[in-house]
């Protein structure tokens, strides 16, 4: 309500509320209450067993283990582009390290494959410290596939114990014929692959290369210094014998309308596969030929002749209408004085 004319404000209706001491002591106890309660509250608090701050989670409120970090990469890329990463993002290798790790990679596949073949010759303590018993698991393997095919292999397995038993001719280390069972042969041939890799893989890793073979020692004669052609006479017969043996020039082959079921375009002509009948029907069609263009050039005079014998008459008819033309004119001038 505004002030009144004079600034002086109005009165008050309401009646403030008198306070009696009924009303102040319900107060007093209500307070003291309240806070005897909160007291309570907070030492019973204080003594018990101190609860966790979050709730368990449940299957209701648990989330997958990165779920937001692959839905912001989600959203990240909702382009739809594919987006490739460089080495600028990643790092690169050195080349030194990736070329010493390739061939590390290279010594293990190749130590491998010579472990599983039973190749390899390993030093003083080897079967003590490899992880796999390459041994051990081909005759559980071996053992396996037995078990499972002994009802059905029981012949084969009997004749592969006769063939085993068969005595053959092989040469040993030392290169002497001996006579024993394949078995025998089959493990000494194996023996010697073995020496040779062994050897092989010594002379790839010494330092010092192995001697060439090819080496002439003593006095020998070059023959092919004194005989230059054989050599060649010699690239000469190769190359003869990789040559072409197909006749040339090569047989006359012509198109055969029979091999094909297809339509034919207007004006096809089959010609025959004989010699002399192809080229009498080559003549005969040359002869049509030379014929039509002979009626071509004939109506093609004509119409030449035609054509000027319309100029002609053409020419004929102006002139005459361009003499009638005058004559009429000359007759509608009046000029009797001047004939006269």
């Known amino acids: ?32 209450s309240l806070i005897s309660n909160s007291s309570s509250s907070k030492t019973k608090a204080s003594t018990g067993r101190p609860r966790p ?29 594919q987006r490739h990463k460089t080495k600028d993002d990643i790092g690169s290798v050195d080349a030194a390290e990736l070329h010493r790790s390739k061939r590390k990679m290279e010594d293990k596949v190749r130590l ?8 390899y010759i390993g030093k003083e303590g080897y079967d003590e410290r490899t992880l796999v018993d390459f041994d ?64 092989e893989e010594e002379e790839r890793l010494s330092a010092r290369p192995s001697m060439p073979t090819n080496v002439i020692h003593g006095d020998t004669i070059q023959h092919a210094a004194f005989n230059p052609d054989e050599v060649i006479a010699e690239r000469m017969a190769e190359l003869a014998k990789k040559r072409d043996k197909s006749p040339t020039p090569p047989p006359d082959t012509h198109f055969d309308a029979k091999a094909e079921v297809r339509t034919k375009g207007t ?41 000027k014998e319309i100029e002609e008459r053409r020419k004929m008819i102006a002139e005459q209408r361009a003499k009638a033309q005058a004559d009429k004119f000359l007759d509608s001038l009046d000029i009797e004085g001047v004939w006269n």
């Not at 394949?182 to 493990?187: G, H, I, L, V």
């Not at 029907?281 to 030379?290: I, P, S, T, Y």
């Open 1 to 32: 309500m505004p002030d009144s004319l004079y600034g002086i404000k109005p009165s008050s209706k309401t009646k403030a509320k008198e306070i009696s001491s009924s009303t102040s002591l319900a107060f007093s106890t209500t307070l003291a």
């Open 53 to 81: 701050s979050k709730d368990k989670n449940d299957i209701f409120t648990a989330h997958n283990k990165n779920v937001k970090k692959r839905s912001a990469a989600d959203l990240e890329d909702h382009d739809g582009q």
């Open 112 to 119: 491998y494959n010579a472990m599983k073949r039973g190749e």
């Open 136 to 199: 051990r698991k081909w005759a559980e393997t071996q053992a396996h596939g037995d078990d499972d095919d002994a009802e059905d292999s029981d012949s084969d397995s009997a004749g592969t114990a006769d063939g085993d038993e068969e005595l053959v001719e092989y040469f040993d280390e030392f290169g002497r014929l001996r006579k024993g069972t394949k078995a025998q042969a089959a493990r000494e041939e194996r023996l010697k692959r073995m020496r040779a890799n062994l050897a």
């Open 267 to 307: 004006g096809f002509y089959a010609f025959s596969h004989d010699a002399d009948t192809r080229k009498r029907e080559m003549e005969a069609l040359e002869r049509e030929r030379q014929e039509t263009e002979r009626i071509r050039q004939e109506r093609e005079q004509k119409k030449e002749q035609r054509r």
